[in-house]
């Protein structure tokens, strides 16, 4: 992950950066973590998207996210799990 988006304290190996490949990743993942606190409705990722006031070509960006390689889903879900 390119260190430009990651505070210098944050170890690598540490987190749920680990689960992204790419910072971009990482920063779609922290969108729809906040949309999936915020929203009001259970519509998938259109409430994501009117959760958070995005644009509409944010919806096909987040379609993408969901279906990308570049999450580790497995490490993800382990992640998530230790962290709760």
């Given at each position: ?6 505070p ?11 689960a ?5 990743t990482f920063l779609?993942?922290?969108?729809v ?15 994501l998207?009117?959760a958070l006031?995005?644009?509409e070509?944010s ?5 993408h996210?969901?279906h990308s390689p570049?999450?580790?889903?497995e490490?993800l879900?382990?992640?998530w799990q230790q962290?709760?």
């Amino acid at each position: 992950m390119s260190t430009l988006f990651r505070p210098r304290f944050l170890n690598r190996s540490q987190g749920l950066w680990r689960a992204c490949s790419r910072a971009a990743t990482f920063l779609w993942l922290v969108v729809v973590l906040a949309g999936l606190c915020l929203r009001p409705d259970l519509a998938g990722v259109t409430s994501l998207v009117r959760a958070l006031g995005l644009s509409e070509a944010s919806y096909y960006c987040l379609l993408h996210f969901f279906h990308s390689p570049a999450l580790n889903l497995e490490l993800l879900t382990r992640l998530w799990q230790q962290t709760l």
